[in-house]
């Protein structure tokens, strides 16, 4: 065991050190974050509001020169305003300095940011109350609706097998998920992993990893799948698979993340190794919660597996596409009601198995 | 000297500096109580003894073997010597009250065994005998929660009696109980003290049991070391300098 060597500083500057630290690294990100301020009001105002709504041209001038210029002009203005201590991150960050001009800078900037954000939104969804109450428009919204519910019956053993496929499609995702999930989320879980560089290495990559897999929605996994394993319920499976084992690490590792510590600290008091500890102390806590997101994610991939089929995965989704392509409303209706009867009922039965077992 | 702490410092990244330079010794067979306000390091102070808090300067000696900064094997080695009761409990509360009696042993079982759950007789034969010591044998199968406060926390002292401790830490171990339940789990403190000749350190706020249990009283006060002598030494004067001159003592008999 090696020496430790005596106390070197005395404790007052030890925490005088952590918290001049620590301002430090606010103020950096104070910096950083006014910059994205001034140069997102800047970006805002000139291309949605000045470019698109005020001049309303059509094809917006785009320059990476320009754009350079812009973010050039905001690196300078936002450090400038973050070096005088009076700006909104400042604020945020408790880096600034209290006074009525801090005051009035980030209340008259917070609400241009609002503003401008709104505004642009605006511009940019093309609200148009005028398109919303055409007559044209409500003339075929009705002829739709109207056959939407007549149904044509003709199909129903057809869309009733395609059913039960997007069910199983779904179910089948769930299950394999869940062995998956449980392995990763102890190496996503922020408590278990921080304690030394190298497991929180780990965490850190396998976080962005997972991050990255859900962000892709399970519609596009579907359409890569569909072309490496060819169209078809497989695809439909494999692509809901991949999205179920990002989002639900995320939820099973943040019911690790939210356990009692109290128990950790027992056992890990006890002497046990680190399997030990997650064995025996975080499990037992973790088991419901992870039981309630599986039976709630299958109720979701359900969901999921009819819009799936729509590029190809298969089950009933496919089957709207089919009769979507060829205009035959009335058989669309039909299978609309029977993907809301579905999913109505799965909705009741996964919201009653997770109150019983709670 | 079975344990020495010496110019101990705690300061949390938070920069909290709760403990400054506390200097205590512990002979065995000591039952140490250790008074003071909330927030005045008492906490801070048994976990930096039992390792779960790593101290950021001083030197903690256990049996004269320097523990301050251990780590890893030799950390696991030393915490199955020390055990703990928690104002809380800490139980795993949707497991059964013998098992988690059980996992106070989980130092000394292999890492495989214990994940199994496929214990040897011994040591099943030493958890019902743990619980028979706290007088609660005929829990032994219900689930932990389902327990009243006063019975949890016999099961936590069964479950740090299955480690052997040499040391036995209790951080508050009565302060979210009862008067009367408080003097029962504190005889069985006072009870394994002095038959198994357990080193007790435990905190406390009542004067009452603390002058009736303790052989020696430290008292703390925003992480200084304010007193340190007889229980019966403390008198009107010194309590308002440990608790301030505000305070007056509520007897709970």
Redesign the interface.
């Known amino acids: 065991m090696k020496d430790i060597p005596p106390l070197e500083k005395l404790p007052h500057e030890i925490m005088e050190e952590i918290r001049e630290r620590e301002r430090k690294v606010n103020f950096v990100k104070a910096i950083f974050l006014d910059i994205f301020f001034v140069f997102y009001s800047i970006l805002v105002i000139q291309r949605a509001i000045y470019y698109k709504f005020i001049l309303d041209l059509r094809d917006i001038p785009f320059s990476w020169t320009e754009i350079g210029w812009i973010f050039a002009t905001s690196a300078i203005i936002g450090s400038l305003w973050a070096y005088s201590r009076t700006s909104l991150s400042c604020k945020l960050f408790g880096v600034s300095k209290d006074g009525n001009v801090t005051k009035w800078t980030v209340e008259i900037f917070a609400w241009l940011l609002f503003d401008i954000t709104f505004i642009a939104g605006w511009i940019v969804t093309k609200i148009s109350i005028v398109s919303l109450f055409s007559a044209d428009g409500i003339h075929g919204a009705e002829r739709l609706f109207g056959a939407l519910f007549t149904p044509q019956f003709g199909i129903f053993d057809d869309a009733l097998f395609a059913m039960i496929e997007t069910i199983y499609i779904a179910l089948l995702a769930t299950l394999i998920s869940i062995p998956i999930t449980l392995f990763i989320s102890f190496f996503t879980a922020r408590n278990l992993m921080r304690d030394n560089k190298f497991t929180f290495a780990i965490y850190y990559i396998l976080r962005i990893i997972l991050n990255f897999v859900r962000s892709i929605e399970p519609l596009i996994w579907a359409i890569i799948f569909s072309v490496w394993v060819g169209i078809g319920p497989f695809a439909g499976m494999i692509a809901l698979l991949v999205h179920t084992i990002a989002s639900n690490a995320k939820l099973y590792s943040e019911a690790i993340e939210g356990i009692e510590e109290g128990p950790v600290e027992a056992i890990s008091a006890t002497g046990a190794n680190k399997v030990q500890i997650v064995w025996h102390a975080v499990v037992p806590q973790i088991v419901l919660p992870f039981l309630s997101f599986t039976i709630y994610r299958w109720d979701i991939n359900v969901r999921m597996a009819t819009i799936i089929g729509l590029v190809g995965g298969g089950g009933i989704g496919t089957m709207l596409m089919q009769y979507q392509g060829l205009a035959r409303w009335r058989e669309v209706g039909l299978i609309v009601i029977m993907i809301a009867f579905v999913v109505y009922i799965m909705d009741y039965i996964s919201a009653k198995i997770r109150e019983a077992i709670y | 000297m079975l344990l020495r702490i010496e110019?101990l410092?705690k300061?949390y990244?938070s920069?909290t500096?709760a403990l400054?330079?506390v200097n205590l010794q512990v002979s065995e067979g000591e039952f140490l109580v250790v008074i003071g306000l909330s927030g005045s390091g008492k906490s801070t102070l048994l976990r930096c003894v039992?390792r779960?808090l790593e101290p950021?300067?001083?030197?903690i000696l256990f049996f004269d073997k320097?523990i301050?900064?251990?780590k890893g094997e030799?950390l696991?080695?030393?915490?199955?010597?020390?055990?703990?009761v928690?104002q809380?409990?800490?139980?795993?509360?949707?497991?059964s009250v013998l098992s988690n009696v059980i996992?106070?042993?989980?130092?000394?079982?292999g890492?495989f065994e214990?994940?199994l759950e496929n214990y040897s007789d011994g040591v099943l034969a030493d958890a019902r005998k743990c619980l028979e010591t706290v007088g609660i044998p005929e829990y032994s199968s219900v689930r932990a929660d389902t327990l009243s406060g006063g019975q949890q926390q016999r099961v936590?002292i069964a479950?740090?009696l299955?480690?052997n401790p040499k040391l036995l830490l209790a951080d508050e171990p009565v302060a979210s109980l009862d008067p009367a339940t408080s003097n029962s789990i504190m005889q069985y403190f006072d009870r394994i003290n002095k038959e198994m000749g357990t080193t007790v350190i435990c905190s406390l706020h009542f004067l009452s049991l603390v002058r009736r249990y303790a052989t020696r009283v430290i008292a703390l006060k925003a992480g200084e070391l304010v007193y340190e002598g007889l229980p019966v030494d403390i008198d009107e004067a010194w309590f308002k300098k440990i608790y301030g001159e505000e305070a007056e003592e509520v007897e709970i008999k």
């Open positions: 110019n410092h300061i990244k920069g500096h400054k330079g039992n779960l950021t300067s001083g030197k320097d301050t900064h251990i030799e696991r080695s030393v915490k199955k010597q020390i055990g703990i928690f809380q409990f800490n139980l795993i509360k949707r497991r996992n106070g042993r989980l130092g000394s079982l890492t214990s994940i936590a479950r740090s299955m480690q």
